[in-house]
C-alpha cells in the first residue's frame, strides 16, 4: 500500500507551522521552539516518507513513527490532522480543559503510536517494534524522533547498544539536532559533539542533514537502510523555532507562547514565507 | 519458585510462538534451554534494565506475550519509570517477573534486598501486583499471566522453597486460597513466608490457638471479601510478609479493614521496619534477625492475641 499526499512539501509544512502557532497561542503553552524546529522533517515523513493510512491507524503493517520528543506533540498533532487523521478542528481542543490533545504525546489519538513525555522512553519502545518486526519477518519500518537533549538520557544509549548489535536495520534514528536544550545550549549544558562520530561508533549508519532542505530530508529518508544489517541514524542540523525570525535559536521559544502582536508578526511572517 | 515458574513458562511458550522471555543477562544455568530450544522467542538485553522493559512495550504493542526477568529490585527499581509510562499507560502485554524477593539473597546486602517493591509497584496504576506462595502457586501464577492480557508484576523467590500445597488448588488471580480455618485468629500471608505460615498455624493449635490461614498470593486486585470475611468471622487478624510493613500486604490491608463499614478486629503487620536492614546474612538468618521465623512468629502473634483479648 503506497499512501502519498500531493501536497507540495512546502504548503505541508507551512499547514503544520501555521497550526503549531495557532495552538501555541490558544493555549499560551510551551515548546513553540521545538515544534518547529522539527515542522519540515514531519512534512516529508508523513508527506512522502511513511506507509500509513489514516482510514486504518492500527493497520498492521504500517510504518511506525515514535516522536520521543513528547513536548514538540503539536507539530505531529497537526501533520496528523493535515494527513486525515481526524478533522484540523480537533486541534482547536489542544491544551484545553477536558481535550485528548494534551502538551505531550498521547496514544488515543488515531495516528500516534506512544505516549511520550518522559524523555529516553521512546527509542527503548521502537526498539522492541523493530525486533518484533525482524523476529516476524515484517517489512514495515520504525522511525523514532529525538531531540538533541533527550540524548542526555541513559536510557538512548542502552537502546543505541542494543539495535547494531541485533543488526534492526529497520529501526531509524532522526535527531533533531537544533543545538538548544532546556536550560541552555547544547554544548554548554552537556555537550554532544562530534554527535555523528557517537552514534557510528555505536554500530549506526549515520548520516547528517539539513533538517530544512527538503531535498536533503527525502533523500536521506529514502535510502533506508543506509546500510544493510545497520540501523540507520539521520541527525537533522534545525534551527529552533524556524520560521518566525524572532523564535529561531532562541532558548526563550522553548517556553513563551506568541501572544499579542508576536502573534500577528508570527502568521505573517510564515504566510510571507511559504 | 524459578525453577517451577521457568519450566511452567518453557512448556507454554513452546505452544504460544507470542510469548516471549527477556531476561535482564541474569539466570545462568536455569534460562539455557529456552535459549537454546526457543531461540526466537528468548532474548538476552543485558544489563540495561530500562532498555529492556521499554523494549517489552514494544514488542507488546507488535502482538507479542512479553516477560522481563531478573534479580531483586533490578526489573522493577531500576526502571520505574519505564515500567509506569511504557508499561502500565499503554497497558502493554509486560509481565515483570523478579526472581529473589525479599531477603532470597540477603548476604549480598542491601541493594539486593528486595524489601519495598511490592508496595511500589502495587501503587501504579493498571498492573496486577503478585507474590505467589510456593511453587504449586507459582505454577498457576505464570498460566494465569499468560492468560490474562495487560501489565502483570510477578514477586517469586528463589530456589528452594518447599512445596506447600499438596495436590491442585483452585487458583485464581485476586482470590485468596484458605489452607486451614480457625476461629481465634486469621494469619494472612504473601510471598514465600507461606511455609512458614502453616508451621505458625501448627504451633499455634499445639497451644490450643486455632487460626485460619490465607495465601494472599494477588496483592492487587486485593482479595477484599476474604479479609471482611476474616474480619467477621475470626477474632483477631495478622498479615505476614517479607517486606515492609509500608504500603504491602499490610498496608493493604490495613487499607481494607479502616474503611469497612462495623468492622473491629484486632490487627497487627508483621512484616519489615521500614528502614535498611542492618543484617547480612542467609535467608533464613536474615529472617530470624526480623522475627520473621515461626518461632519468633509464634511468640509475637501470642502476645498480640493476649494484648487484644
Request: a negative charge; charged letters at 20%; hydrophobic letters at 40%.
Amino acid at each position: 500500500m503506497n499512501i502519498l499526499m500531493d501536497l507540495p512539501l512546502s504548503e505541508l509544512a507551512f499547514r503544520i507551522r501555521r497550526h503549531c502557532v495557532v495552538m501555541a497561542n490558544r493555549a499560551n503553552s510551551s515548546h513553540i521552539g521545538s515544534s518547529l524546529s522539527i515542522a519540515d522533517i514531519l512534512a516529508v515523513l508523513y508527506g512522502r516518507i511513511l506507509q500509513v493510512d489514516p482510514s486504518q491507524p492500527a493497520w498492521a503493517d504500517r510504518d511506525r513513527f515514535i516522536l520521543s520528543k513528547g513536548h514538540a506533540c503539536a507539530a505531529l498533532y497537526a501533520v496528523l490532522a493535515e494527513r486525515g487523521f481526524y478533522p484540523t478542528s480537533n486541534l482547536d481542543t489542544y491544551y484545553q480543559d477536558g481535550t485528548k490533545f494534551a502538551g505531550h504525546t498521547m496514544h488515543n489519538i488515531p495516528g500516534v503510536e506512544f505516549s511520550a513525555g518522559s524523555l529516553g522512553h521512546g527509542l527503548p519502545v521502537a526498539t522492541g517494534m523493530a525486533l518484533a518486526a525482524k523476529r516476524d519477518g515484517k517489512a514495515y519500518r520504525i522511525f523514532c524522533m529525538l531531540s538533541d537533549g533527550e540524548c542526555d538520557e541513559g536510557s538512548v544509549w542502552e537502546s543505541a547498544l542494543f539495535a547494531p548489535h541485533h543488526k534492526l536495520d529497520d529501526l531509524i534514528v532522526i535527531i533533531d539536532y537544533n543545538k538548544i536544550q532546556s536550560l541552555g545550549r547544547v554544548e554548554e549544558v552537556i555537550d554532544l559533539k562530534p554527535l555523528a562520530e557517537k552514534w557510528r561508533s555505536f554500530g549506526w549508519a549515520t548520516s547528517e542533514i539539513n533538517g530544512h532542505d527538503f531535498g536533503e530530508i527525502e533523500e536521506s529518508l529514502s535510502k533506508l537502510p543506509h546500510e544493510p544489517g545497520r540501523p540507520s541514524c539521520v541527525i537533522a542540523h534545525t534551527i529552533k523555532g524556524k520560521g518566525v525570525s524572532y523564535m529561531e535559536d532562541k532558548l526563550l521559544w522553548h517556553y513563551r507562547a506568541p501572544r499579542g502582536q508576536d502573534f500577528e508578526i508570527a502568521m505573517a511572517e510564515l504566510e510571507n514565507n511559504k | 519458585m524459578r525453577t517451577a515458574f521457568l519450566a511452567a513458562l518453557f512448556e507454554l511458550a513452546k505452544h504460544d510462538e507470542r510469548i516471549m522471555f527477556i531476561t535482564g543477562d541474569l539466570g545462568y544455568t536455569v534460562v539455557e534451554p529456552f535459549m537454546n530450544e526457543l531461540p526466537k522467542q528468548f532474548l538476552n538485553a543485558g544489563v540495561a534494565e530500562q532498555n529492556m522493559t521499554g523494549m517489552a512495550v514494544g514488542l507488546a504493542l507488535s502482538g507479542k506475550i512479553v516477560f522481563t526477568y531478573s534479580i531483586a529490585n533490578f526489573p522493577t527499581l531500576r526502571c520505574l519509570e519505564h515500567i509506569r509510562n511504557d508499561v502500565c499507560y499503554h497497558h502493554a502485554n509486560v509481565k515483570i517477573v523478579a526472581v529473589g524477593g525479599g531477603f532470597a539473597y540477603g548476604a549480598m546486602g542491601a541493594s539486593h534486598h528486595a524489601t519495598e517493591e511490592l508496595g511500589i509497584m502495587r501503587l501504579l496504576p493498571g498492573i496486577t501486583v503478585m507474590a505467589p506462595g510456593d511453587p504449586v502457586e507459582a505454577v498457576h501464577a505464570t498460566r494465569a499471566v499468560v492468560e490474562q492480557s495487560g501489565p502483570f508484576y510477578l514477586r517469586l523467590g528463589k530456589a528452594g522453597e518447599p512445596t506447600v500445597h499438596q495436590g491442585d488448588i483452585d487458583f485464581k488471580i485476586g482470590r485468596a486460597i484458605q489452607l486451614r480455618d480457625g476461629k481465634d485468629i486469621t494469619l494472612i500471608s504473601t510471598g514465600s513466608l507461606l511455609h512458614t505460615a502453616v508451621n505458625v498455624t501448627e504451633q499455634l493449635a499445639a497451644q490450643g490457638i486455632s487460626s485460619r490461614l490465607l495465601s494472599m498470593h494477588t496483592l492487587k486486585p486485593l482479595d477484599n471479601d476474604a479479609i471482611l470475611s476474616a474480619a467477621r468471622q475470626t477474632r483477631a487478624i495478622v498479615t505476614l510478609e517479607e517486606h515492609s510493613i509500608l504500603g504491602g500486604l499490610g498496608g493493604a490491608v490495613a487499607e481494607v479493614l479502616a474503611e469497612a463499614d462495623e468492622v473491629h478486629v484486632p490487627f497487627r503487620r508483621i512484616g519489615l521496619p521500614p528502614v535498611f536492614s542492618p543484617h547480612i546474612g542467609s535467608q533464613s538468618y536474615m529472617l530470624e534477625k526480623h522475627e520473621l521465623d515461626a518461632a519468633s512468629l509464634v511468640k509475637t502473634i501470642g502476645k498480640f492475641l493476649a494484648k487484644a483479648n
